[in-house]
């Protein structure tokens, strides 16, 4: 997988990111049932003076999730402690988070999947109750004390939601699980980003980008900085040609197909005839992982209706024949 087309973000990235940041739910574009559940639920919450029940993010990475625990807390005035399962590899990492917190601050756990299993187990208790039992000694003297904790409010986030214990599932109040974004739902998201980077874009060129970002958000702003980087540079006017010139340049083709999904693509329909070809075989043609084709490659052409997935193994649809230039079995001559 590219760079350019990853969905997850780099380091570099992760510094800069805020800027293009909606700070409201109003300015959160897209994801309509997502916000008005989540508005409505804040709203109760403010209406009644007491803190939202516990949200929990679902979804793939650079749709926004990170985003949405920094618009809750801001809706609701509050402060936003933030950190992720990774960084809690013991109770106590969390028990240290949790004490520190104010009154209806709002607590964001990224990737909540990843925390440690004996922390799972305190969290449980601070959901329901806003307390833990800290324990105090060790050995036979070890005793637990609970500790009043400030009542909060949990944002988990997860790209794996099936991973996730149901007894810390259940805990939740409310669980969005956010969609890939439509290509309309893109363009709004490019065009805004163009406007706070003080780039002139045309409607066109914002329409290029969004069709070659692959639902999501993340990659659409990446592709922008490239696209306004190829434009400062080489003193071009920011519209439809230099949107091509420069996602050339980074291999993204017009669907948003980096180079190892049209060898992947090219390998089902050159090689094997458009399938079915197994998994396994499939890779050492392409001379890739199997787990790379199948948790990065693959969902995204089955997604685009490119690739269809069948108990024999992968084949390529009509519309994965035409995009590689093929003429599909069956097809009349031109
Ligand atoms: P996640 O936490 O799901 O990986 P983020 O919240 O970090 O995703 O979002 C990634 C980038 O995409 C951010 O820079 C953010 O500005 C942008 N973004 C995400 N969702 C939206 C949206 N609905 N509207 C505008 N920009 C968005």
């Known amino acids: 997988m590219s760079d350019e087309l990853s969905p997850q ?3 570099f990235e992760q510094g800069y990111e805020g800027a293009l940041r909606p700070a409201t739910l109003a300015e959160f574009v897209g994801q309509a049932k997502v916000r ?11 209406m009644q003076q007491r803190t939202p029940d516990h949200i929990l993010l679902a979804g793939p990475p650079g749709l926004g999730k990170t985003t949405l625990s920094m618009i809750v807390a801001t809706e609701l005035d509050k402060p936003l402690h933030q950190t992720s399962g990774p960084a809690i590899q013991h109770a106590g990492d969390l028990a240290a988070v949790l004490s520190a917190l104010t009154p209806g601050e709002v607590l964001f756990i990224d990737e909540i999947h990843r925390m440690a299993r004996s922390a799972e187990e305190m969290l449980y208790l601070a959901m329901e109750d806003f307390k833990v039992d800290i324990m105090v000694g060790k050995g036979a003297g070890a005793t637990s004390v609970p500790l009043e904790l400030s009542p909060f409010t ?3 986030a997860t790209t794996r939601s099936g991973l996730l214990p149901n ?17 309309d739902e893109l363009v709004s998201v490019v065009r805004r980003a163009a406007g706070l980077l003080g780039f002139g874009l045309s409607e066109q060129g914002i329409e290029e980008i969004a069709g070659r970002s ?6 659409a702003n990446r592709l922008l900085r490239r696209v306004r980087d190829f434009s400062l540079v080489h003193d071009t006017p920011g519209d439809t040609a230099t949107v091509q010139a420069a996602l050339a340049l980074y291999d993204v ?16 329909v050159e090689r094997f005839g458009g399938g079915p070809v197994g998994l396994s075989t499939l890779a050492v043609s392409v001379g890739e992982e199997a787990e790379t084709i199948e948790a990065v490659v693959e969902p995204f052409l089955v997604r685009t209706g490119l690739l269809t997935r069948t108990p024999r193994g992968r084949v390529a649809t009509r519309l994965g024949w035409e995009h590689i230039g093929a003429v599909p079995p069956g097809a009349p001559l031109a």
């Not at 008005?36 to 403010?46: D, K, V």
């Not at 805990?171 to 890939?180: I, K, N, S, W, Y």
């Not at 197909?257 to 992947?264: F, I």
Request: hydrophobic share 45%; charged share 25%; glycine share 8%.
């Open 167 to 183: 007894p810390l599932r259940d805990r939740f109040g409310f669980t969005a699980h956010l969609e890939f974004y439509a290509t």
């Open 253 to 268: 083709d017009e669907h948003g197909l980096d180079r190892l999904d049209r060898e992947v693509l090219r390998a089902v």
């Open 154 to 156: 949990l944002v988990g």
């Open 9 to 11: 973000a780099t380091t």
């Open 214 to 219: 692959r639902g999501t958000p993340r990659i």
């Open 36 to 46: 008005s559940q989540l508005a409505l639920l804040l709203n109760a919450a403010t």
